[in-house]
């Protein structure tokens, strides 16, 4: 768990560092301030009003605590096992299993599960799921995922406006003698810093099932979820009826393909990488199977 933190750490330092290099490539301070004070600008409303766009998005409505007891007590006991506040609880009318959690902090969270889901794990394996949930607000992994994306759409920024300034002829006097320096930040440069991104997003993605096995005292239940929401998002995935690409990385099953190269594409890690993980973190020879 501590090793995913690290990672983090190292990889936003690493977000960082090629921040730092398109500025000295684009030739000052300026560039880079005027960059970064936009990213952040794009990326409030964001931090701030996600949550309610993408409830919205999807039609969620607040869970009912007298129809689906067992949802609502599951969370209510992880939330105090966790100190953490309740979250709200919503529900998606759609087919498809899958949860997911939002919120900028643990005070205003929301949690998020498809009729789905409900219909196809027993008990056992929703409190899994659940605790995986809880664990991203915990972690407050939407502030990470939004600094994150603050650096990397800083770093895009710069990166067009050194193609424009290339274009019309505006190259700045330091980089009149450093042309593969600059070919280097206009091409590799952004594409390393959406990689960095993605795999910060992997990074958290691995802290969920660890915090969320630990929280539940129950790594198997959780391996056991990813198992059937893995088989059952194959069939049943319909891109009219489930996760648009733009909020498809807040649910804990994603939707296309995470195999080979596109794994380095994807926000989360291969599920047969995560089961792996967490069948290790409840023992060797422990419950040969599932």
């Given at each position: 768990m501590f090793g995913n933190y690290i990672k983090t750490a190292f990889l936003l330092g690493s977000l960082a560092a090629l921040l730092l290099f398109m500025g000295h490539a684009f030739g000052g301070e300026q560039g880079l301030i005027i960059a970064l004070v936009l990213a952040c600008a794009m990326n409030f409303f964001t931090y701030f009003y996600s949550d309610k766009l993408v409830l919205k998005m999807y039609g969620a409505q607040p869970l009912d605590a007298q129809k689906?007891?067992?949802?609502?007590?599951?969370?209510?006991?992880?939330?105090?096992?966790?100190?953490?506040p309740m979250p709200k609880l919503w529900l998606l009318n759609m087919?498809?299993?899958?949860?997911?959690?939002?919120?900028?902090?643990?005070?205003?969270?929301?949690?998020?599960?498809?009729t789905g889901i409900m219909k196809l794990l027993d008990a056992h394996e929703l409190r899994g799921v659940l605790a995986h949930e809880l664990s991203h607000v915990k972690n407050r992994d939407i502030l990470v995922g939004t600094i994150?994306?603050?650096?990397?759409?800083?770093?895009?920024?710069?990166a067009d406006w050194m193609r424009w300034s290339m274009i019309f002829g505006g190259r700045r006097r330091n980089n009149e003698d450093g042309g593969w320096g600059t070919i280097i930040a206009l091409l590799l440069v952004p594409f390393m810093a959406m990689l960095i991104q993605l795999a910060i997003s992997r990074s958290r993605e691995y802290l969920a099932d660890e915090c969320g096995a630990d929280t539940c005292h129950d790594p198997l239940a959780l391996?056991?979820?990813?198992?059937?929401?893995?088989?059952?998002s194959k069939t049943k995935y319909h891109p009219d009826s489930y996760a648009q690409a733009s909020t498809?990385?807040?649910?804990?099953?994603?939707?296309f393909s995470t195999?080979?190269?596109?794994?380095?594409?994807?926000?989360?890690?291969?599920?047969?990488?995560?089961?792996?993980?967490?069948?290790?973190?409840?023992?060797?020879?422990?419950?040969?199977?599932?």
């Open positions: 689906y007891p067992e949802v609502y007590n599951i969370v209510e006991e992880l939330a105090l096992q966790s100190r953490m087919d498809t299993p899958n949860a997911f959690a939002t919120g900028r902090n643990p005070e205003n969270a929301s949690v998020a599960v498809t994150a994306a603050t650096i990397a759409a800083a770093i895009a920024y710069l391996a056991s979820a990813l198992e059937k929401l893995e088989g059952s498809a990385s807040l649910f804990i099953v994603y939707p195999d080979g190269v596109w794994s380095w594409f994807s926000t989360h890690p291969p599920l047969k990488e995560r089961i792996a993980r967490l069948r290790k973190m409840a023992g060797i020879g422990r419950h040969e199977n599932l």
